[in-house]
């Protein structure tokens, strides 16, 4: 009896990991590592649509709580710099990426400079077929470098 219960409870689970992936691409680590860092390589070429074409169309951007909010990827490329660019340069880096393949979710640590300027923070993101669905980011605005804004935390 417990065999069989194992049995249909795995089916089951088969049949529900098919069915909710059916069609929707899924990405792997490598691949969500180069979608950020498509995303990172617009943005410091002050390439608004290459930063942009990585979010979905009705993507959200914010930083919470409601400091920062853009909704789709046309928002997201004005805000990005538009089809002038930005004014100033802006170097992003990625330093530690992290993805879960079967929730298509994932994080990444970063620092962002620009001038006179310096931010390290971390990104926690969804995505829905291949791009970017949720971008929802938390930083704070630190001279040191990121070895030693890590402190004693660093790994």
Do not use: C
């Amino acid at each position: 009896m417990k065999s069989v219960a194992l049995a249909a409870f795995l089916a089951i689970s088969l049949l529900h990991a098919a069915y909710s992936t059916q069609g929707a691409p899924t990405m792997d680590l490598a691949g969500f590592t180069a979608l950020l860092s498509e995303v990172a390589t617009g943005w410091n070429a002050n390439d608004a649509r290459r930063a942009a074409d990585a979010f979905h169309e009705d993507a959200i951007y914010t930083e919470p709580p409601d400091r920062q909010v853009y909704r789709g990827r046309r928002e997201l490329f004005e805000f990005f710099g538009g089809e002038a660019g930005r004014k100033d340069w802006m170097r992003m880096t990625w330093h530690h990426i992290s993805f879960n393949e079967t929730t298509q979710t994932g994080a990444g640590e970063f620092t962002f400079e620009w001038p006179g300027g310096r931010a390290h923070g971390m990104t926690s993101i969804k995505l829905r077929d291949g791009r970017i669905a949720h971008w929802r980011e938390y930083f704070r605005e630190s001279e040191l470098a990121w070895d030693d804004f890590q402190g004693v935390n660093r790994f």
